[in-house]
Every structure is written in structure tokens, then in C-alpha cells.
């Protein structure tokens, strides 16, 4: 193996490696990169770093690259007369913003841009706010406000999505504003050829043949008309077959525009939400035989062709799990129509966010902290005498 397959744990300047089980996970429907690395010997001390501990900046790399930014959160040992197992979990620095609370001054803003904000809540973190080149975030907000005992993170993505962007963070531990990518990953993933397994889910659950919105604002003589106090707006989704309605009443007072074009976004985002799939592919890079090339990145587009799950299209990479385990180096790889990633600006929080999220929640708190590795660890081996990947 070359050392572009290679993952290398970096605190302090020194390198840690020899690692016999490891996962690093990206994605944009997180705040937070995390990873979980193993280092399993088969005599108690042997080879086993016993400097580390949970608290410290690290930096993981997968070859030269840099994959997390951030801390340790978990040291953990297990220990026999035989054999000696260290597991160390952690996250992008971004991480505090999901467990802290936000704290800021009066805990309000008037007259500033989105960026404003999230620097303001982000600062005390010392974490840095990029916005993707070229991306407009909006108009000022007249009044942003937090609430009572909110966590940081909540905050942040609160006041994104009213202005329809994403917030992710860097391989180097920045919070990134941005929106669903266009940019190709070069790759094509065919069933068959580079995809060793694959799944995939079609729901129609969440899926409406015609979604309205309603909504009401005081009548006036420019835009609304005096006795338009009660607005409605309508979209259809074309692949819903039958009678499936759904009415949706908007969160606070609106525009005619606004409302349809809220109408046709709870359209497409339940499209894209209703078509998902995965597959694992041979390695971490994109080039021959998962060897050569860039790494998988999530926020790319990829071309899915696969007889079995249905699917012939550019479709969102979501997330990219990196792992090490007996079978050898692959990336989980999850993606989504674009559409699902689309929003529009204004709705915060609404009906299926709040669904989504709060289904998100109880998975969090069933695993844990948020980021369980695909592999469960077994009990150490005395007989496992492997060396470093």
C-alpha cells in the first residue's frame, strides 16, 4: 500500500498510524466530520500509543489529506492478560457548536447579513465562517434573535435556512456556507463494474400529488389588494398517481410569490428526499481501484447507472464514510437527487425539516453521541497478530 492509503493521526506534530480499524465520515447533513480509529496488539503495551486521551486537537489525514480538524472526544481501552485494544472517537472542531449552548451579548441582531451571525456565534469557538465564492446570502435580517437555552448549532442552521443555504464544515474545522454543489466528480458509479453493493430507497411516504399553501397577512393596497388577508398557492408532483393531498399553512405572514414558491420547493424537496440510495466502492479515491486519484467528497455530483435500484442520473453525493476493517479499504458512499438539497429562502423550519430532524434527534440519542462506526468492535483477538494497514 502507498502512503496515499494511509491514515495518519497528527497531535501535538506527532504522527500516530498502525491503525487496524478506523472510519472517517463527511457529509453535508452534518455540522461535524467524525471519526473512530482501533489499534489492537496482541501483547498488552505493545505498540500502543499510551500518550493519547480524549480532549486533544488532532488532525486525521488519509494520505496528504486532510480529512478532520477538531478534538478527541473518546479514549477508550480494553485490556487482556494476552491482548491490549485502544479505540479514540472524535470530531471536526465544529463539534462545540452542536453541544454548546450559543451565547451572544443581548442574544439579538438588527440590520445584518447571515454571515454576521454565524461569525458572531461561531467566534467565541474560535471557529472560522467561509461562504462559498460567489454565493449571495441574502438581504440583512431586520431582527435574528436566539432563543432561550438554543444550541449554537440550531442557531446557526435556523438563520441559514431563512436564507436558503447549507452550513457544513471544512476538512480543516471552518463552518462553510454554501448551497448543493454542481461541480462533477469525474466518476461514474455503474452496477456492475465499481459498485461492490449498493442499496436503495423509493418512498412515496412523504410524497403529495398536489401540496397547498395557505397563508394569511393583513390586507393592503399595493402588493396583496385590501381584502387579500387569505392567500393560497398550489404545486403538483407529476409522478404521484393518485389522489394523495396535502395542505401546509405557513409559519408567518407571506406574499402570493413567496407562498407558490414555497409550494413548488415542498414539491421538489420531497421528491429528492424520496429517492436515496448508497453503495460501498473499493478503496478511497476515485482513480484505479480505489488507489489512485482524489478522495470521494461529499457536496459532488456523481453519475449513478443501475438496473436494480432504478436509477440513470447525476445524482448528490451526501456523505462519504472512509473505513479499514478485515475486508480491506472502502468508502460508503450515500447520495440524493439534488433536489432534496434545494431551498428557498424564508422557511425555516418547517413540517418535514422538523420531521426529518427530529427523526435525526432519535437516531443521535439511540446511538449515543451522534457517530457510531459501521463496524461493532468485537472483543480484542489474542490471535489477531495484524500489522499496520
Not at 472526544?73 to 470530531?91: F, I, K, N, P
Request: charged fraction near 30%; charge should be neutral.
Amino acid at each position: 500500500m502507498t502512503g496515499q492509503n494511509e491514515c495518519t493521526l497528527l497531535i501535538d506534530g506527532k504522527a500516530y498510524g498502525g491503525w487496524t480499524r478506523l472510519e472517517v465520515q463527511r457529509g453535508i447533513e452534518q455540522i461535524a466530520g467524525g471519526f473512530v480509529l482501533q489499534l489492537t496488539s496482541r501483547y498488552p503495551g505493545v505498540d500502543v500509543p499510551m500518550q493519547l486521551r480524549e480532549g486533544l486537537p488532532c488532525e486525521v489525514r488519509l494520505g496528504d489529506d486532510l480529512v478532520i480538524s477538531g478534538y478527541t472526544d473518546d479514549y477508550e481501552t480494553d485490556d487482556t492478560a494476552t491482548s491490549s485494544s485502544v479505540r479514540l472517537s472524535g470530531r471536526d472542531k465544529t463539534a462545540d457548536l452542536v453541544d454548546c449552548s450559543a451565547i451572544y451579548k443581548s442574544g439579538q441582531w438588527r440590520g445584518v447579513k447571515l454571515e454576521r451571525i454565524v461569525a458572531d456565534i461561531a467566534k467565541d469557538f474560535k471557529i472560522k465562517v467561509v461562504v462559498s465564492p460567489g454565493l449571495d446570502t441574502g438581504e440583512v435580517f431586520k431582527r435574528f434573535a436566539l432563543e432561550e437555552g438554543e444550541k449554537a448549532f440550531d442557531a446557526i442552521d435556523r438563520a441559514c435556512r431563512l436564507r436558503a443555504v447549507l452550513v457544513t464544515s471544512t476538512p480543516d474545522g471552518n463552518l462553510l456556507i454554501t448551497t448543493a454543489s454542481t461541480v462533477s466528480s469525474g466518476v461514474r458509479l455503474e452496477e456492475g463494474v465499481n459498485m461492490t453493493k449498493f442499496n436503495s430507497k423509493h418512498s412515496w411516504k412523504e410524497r403529495h400529488s398536489e401540496i397547498i399553501l395557505k397563508g394569511q397577512v393583513p390586507g393592503d393596497d399595493q402588493e396583496n389588494g385590501a381584502a387579500a388577508a387569505h392567500l393560497k398557492a398550489s404545486a403538483k408532483d407529476a409522478e404521484i398517481s393518485r389522489y394523495r393531498p396535502l395542505v401546509v399553512i405557513a409559519e408567518h405572514g407571506t406574499s402570493n410569490k413567496s407562498l407558490a414558491d414555497r409550494a413548488a420547493w415542498e414539491v421538489k424537496v420531497r421528491m429528492g428526499r424520496g429517492k436515496r440510495g448508497g453503495c460501498t466502492v473499493v478503496g478511497w479515491r476515485t482513480g484505479k481501484d480505489g488507489q489512485e486519484g482524489a478522495l470521494w467528497q461529499p457536496n459532488t455530483l456523481v453519475h449513478v447507472t443501475s438496473e436494480r435500484m432504478n436509477l440513470d442520473a447525476d445524482l448528490l453525493i451526501v456523505s462519504c464514510s472512509y473505513q479499514f476493517t478485515e475486508q480491506g479499504r472502502i468508502t460508503d458512499l450515500t447520495f440524493a437527487r439534488p433536489e432534496a438539497f434545494q431551498l428557498v429562502e424564508g422557511i425555516g423550519r418547517s413540517k418535514l425539516n422538523a420531521k426529518l430532524s427530529d427523526k435525526t434527534q432519535k437516531e443521535k440519542k439511540k446511538k449515543g453521541d451522534g457517530f457510531t462506526p459501521s463496524w461493532e468492535l468485537a472483543p480484542p483477538n489474542p490471535r489477531d497478530t495484524r500489522g499496520a494497514p
